[in-house]
Structures are given as C-alpha cells and as structure tokens.
C-alpha cells in the first residue's frame, strides 16, 4: 500500500516538477529515488503477516511482496538505460517520467489486488500509460501506428474483460476473490453466465499478456514503440500481466480447473508453436524479440495451467526479464549506431565490441534455454511441474518449440561471432555509457549465477 | 398499468436494438453518429427500467453530453479529408458475421438457462426500493473508497495523454 503511494506521490511531484526549470539529471535521481523508497517499503512488508487495506480491496501477502519487488527491481535496472531514450525527448520530459511512474502505480494495483474493481483500474491504469507511451516518439510513423493500434485493440480486450468480470459477478455476488472462490467451492451447481465470465476473463487477460490467438497486435505494437517502451512492455508489463493472471486464475477458479484447463492448456500449445515458428522467418532482432516474448508468454502461462508453484513463474519472470533487458540494452545500442535493428547490423559485433557481443550472445543463450543460464533452469523448473500435473503434451511441444527457438536465436549468435562487420560497420563506435557496462555485467553476472544456483530466488515465497 | 410498462419497455428495446443495427450497417459515418445517439438513449431508457437511476443518468450525461458530441464533432471536422466523403464500408462480412452470430447463441443460450430467481444472492438481497443515488454515494466514500481514489490516477494519466499527443512535436 504504501508502494503504492509513494509512487503515485512521485508521478506527481515529477509533474509539478516540470514546471521549474530543473536538469535531466535531477529528474532521473527523483524518479530512480522514488522507486528505491518504494522499494523499501514494500520490502518491509516481507514475510509479516498479510495485510489488507481499505475494506480488503488490497491485500499484500508475500507473493505479492515478491512480485511487486521483481517489477521495481526490473523497471530500476531498466531505467539505468533510459539515457538515449530520455534524451531524445524535448518536449514534455518529466511527464513521459510520470507516466512512468502511474503505470507501476496500475502495476501495483494489479498485483496486489483483493477485488476484481481493483483489479480492473490497475489493469486501465497501466494499460492507457502504456497507450501513449508507445506512441512517444511522435515523428516516427510507425511509433503512432503502434500507439493506435494498441488502443484500439486494447479498448477492446478491456471490454471483453469488464463483460467477464461482470459475469463472474452475476454468479458469485462478488466482486471480492474470497466471495468468488466461495462460490466456485460452494459445490452448488454453477450457474452458466459463471462460465461464460470465466471465459471472457480468461480472453481478456490472454489479451492483454499476448497469448495467441489473441497476441495480433504484439509484433507491431512491439515493433513500431521505442526500443525502450519495447523492452519495458515485454519485461516489467509482462511480470505484473501474469502476476495478476495467475493470482485470479489460482485463487478464484482453481476449484473448477476441469472446466477449462483444456482450454488454456490449447492456448499454451498456440502460443508457444505461433510464437517459435514466426519468429523464424523475421529479419529484425526487434520483431525476433517481440515474437520470442510472445513464445515465452507460453510457457508464463503454463504455470497457470498447472495453477500451482507461483515460485516457478516468479523465477521464470525473473530469468526472462533480465536475459531480455540485456538483448534490448544491446539491442539499443546498435540500433543507434548502424541506424537499425536488423540481424545484419550485428554481424561482426564480437570483432567490433567484445563487450556487447558477449552480452548479446549470453541473453541469446538464457532465452533459447541453454544449460547453465538462468532460462535453463526457468524452463526445467516449469516442464517439471507442467509434465508432474500429467500435460506431457504440453512439455513435447514445448520441448519441440524450444528447439526451432534455438535455430533463430543462434542466428543473431552466429551474425555476431562468424560473420565479418562491412568496413564502414568497423568503424560505428557504440556510445555505451558507464550505466550501460554495469547493466549488462550485472545481467551476464545475474543470468549465470541463477544459472547454476536458482535457489537465492526459487522457493523465495 | 402494467400493459402500458411492457408497451414502453418493448419500445425502448427495440429502439436500441434498430438504432444498433442501422449504425453497424449503414455507410455514412454521420448517420451512424445520430443512430449511435439513439442507441445511447434506449439503453440509458433500460438502466431506468431495471431501477438503476443513476446509471441511466450517468449514461445520457456522459455518453451523450460528453462522448457522442465529441464523435459528431470529430466526424464532421475530419469528414471531407481532400474532398472525399468518408464512406465506412464492411469488409470481412462473412467471418464477422459467423463470429458474432456464435458469441450471440452463446450468450443467448446462457442467458436463457440462468434462472435469476434461484441466484443465491440475489435470493438473499435486499430489494433496494427508491432513489439508488445515496447508496452508490456511500458505498463509494465507505466500501470503495481506494477504487474511488485510485481511478484519480487514471484520469490524470488519460488527462496527460492526451495533452502529450495533441502537444507540439519534438523538433
């Protein structure tokens, strides 16, 4: 709660703020503050007993301590390398940091929620920053396509999500997860419109985390944004997306997992398969990228198929976010000096900046699941626990799946190590600042050490 | 008087349900503003009907005072870009039209077999009689008073979105 309101009082402050005449600089300390006092202060709510506020509209327990630490630890890390992206916005600099701000703010919401109201602003909150944000870099055509497209399909995904919730509360009375888990165990014979909102629900939410068949809109929405906006939707969004999906889907629906463990245990098939195979063909590491988030979101949602070990989501999340903030940390960079994000800007990177390369190569590995990264044992922990609850048609595809993933994440590994950079390529110099070299040290040190002892972050809750 | 209840409540109905339909099918983006204001006020009728005062006021205030305005404004300043009527035209009839017919036997079929009567809670209720309004306001101030709070944050962000967008441009 108190998260919470620390910052939303920042968003605020920064607001005011912009009225004044006050440095870049200035305005990075105060956001990166607020988010380490929130920090703070949600960690102080760890492993004490859970709390709720305002007539039990939030409640925190340490599942929701953990993940609202991953979204601030992920958005901190992340906002080391805003650098280049705040720099290039003139106009309007602390409201983009506001904006910010208001999205953990829904994040939060959305986490720690105890009733689907609260649920449903968080999800707005997040969602309408998430809108302009995308939209930010205004000269850019492709960025305003991004930006529209993800409201318009977004709006309606929302509507599709308020009509689920309005149905569960129909049947249940309940806008409270405990009355609608109440009604779900009662035994009583559920009423059809519960069916039909848990349906909706699951839609909408599928939606707005980019599970196929409902995932259209991820490839251009990912594309087209800021490479930063881009890595903040798929790492910092993504954690907080499932963290409220799981959280709905475990408390409230559990008792009735034969109604539509079927159901999701198809979309996890779609997603992972749609996922892999398009993300075959693509020629930008920034759309790879896009489409290989739409596959992991698969294997996210195998956790809830199987509806049990939130710790497994939680490592995962933890592994898949900073493997992808240091390919987009990488991706960044080179994107600004060769001027775009296709393969081919990377060939040679490994002769030209050992650095970056290495990095690149070590997030490549995490994501396709290579042993001895963190995404190895991300992936291990969930088959494990997919194959245990008897879905071994899930884990032969995803086994499957994972394998063409490493076909198209060797390519950019190969591009880097085995071809040779163009002469002029020889000569871009990578403006990586000192922020820059620590996150991805941190990242490559991170990925390697969850790698081979998952524990300091596995059976955390 | 009873008659004269269901005379009314069957004209609001379908006065929602044609305006509806005459806005999915016609072409002209003006007319389907106009029907979508009819459509507006046969459900904001509806709310009234099922003693819901205060959402059917908030619908006409709202949705009519605030949102149709601003389309029929928008449709008339952007309506002759160089010199060409916007005509909206239907495309992907077929499979729009399977789409929607299944969610509607779906949703048809559901609502039928709901038997309002036996729903636990609304068994238990309360029937609310009179003005809802002091109830929605209280409930908002006690029982939801976060959500009521936190939605603050939401307009700001909507409120800041939309300066950012129709602020200038980066140079």
Redesign the interface.
Known sequence: MITLVIL?LV??FL?IAGLFDISRKAVFGVAMTGMVAALAGNLYMWDKVPMA???R??LIDNYDVAFITAVLGVSMFLFLLSENYFG?????LT??Y??YM??L??MI?MISFN?L??LF??I??LS??L??LA??E??NLSSNEASLKYFLMGAFATGILLMGITLIY?????FYLSGIEQYFTSG?EL???A??GMFLVLVGMSFKVSVAPFHFWTPDVYDGSPTFVTAFMSTVVKIAGFAAFFKLFYICFSSVIHYWVEVVSVLVILTVTIGAMTAITQKSVKRLLAYSSVSHAGYMLMVVLVGADADNLMFYVVAYSISSIVAFSVLMLVQEAAGNAEITSFEGLAKVNPLLGFAMTVSMLSLAGIPLTAGFMAKVYILTSVFNAGHGIVVLVAILTAMVGIYYYFKVIIAIYFKTATEERKLFTYNSSSLFKIVLFIGIIAIIVLGICPDIIHNLI | MYLLQEIIFVFFTLLTLVSAVYMAITTNVIYAAFSLLLTFIGVAALYIFASAEFIGLTQIMIYIGGILILIVFGVMLTNKVGNQPIRAKSINTVSGLLLSSALFT??M???M???FSK????KN?LMVSGNTTPIIGVNLM??????FE??A??L???L??A???A?????
Do not use: C
């Open positions: 939303a968003g605020l607001m506020y305002f007539n509209m939030i290039k916005i003139q106009n309007y409201e983009h506001a904006l208001f999205s703010v829904g919401a009733n109201v609260m602003i968080g707005e909150i309408v920053s809108y302009i939209g930010s205004k000269n129909g049947a249940s009375g309940s009583n009423s059809p419109i069916y039909i | 779906l949703l079929n559901s609502i077999e709901i038997n729903l636990p809670w609304i209720g006690t029982q939801y008073l976060l959500p936190i939605i944050v939401l700001l962000v909507a800041l979105g300066s950012l967008i602020g200038r441009k980066d140079n």
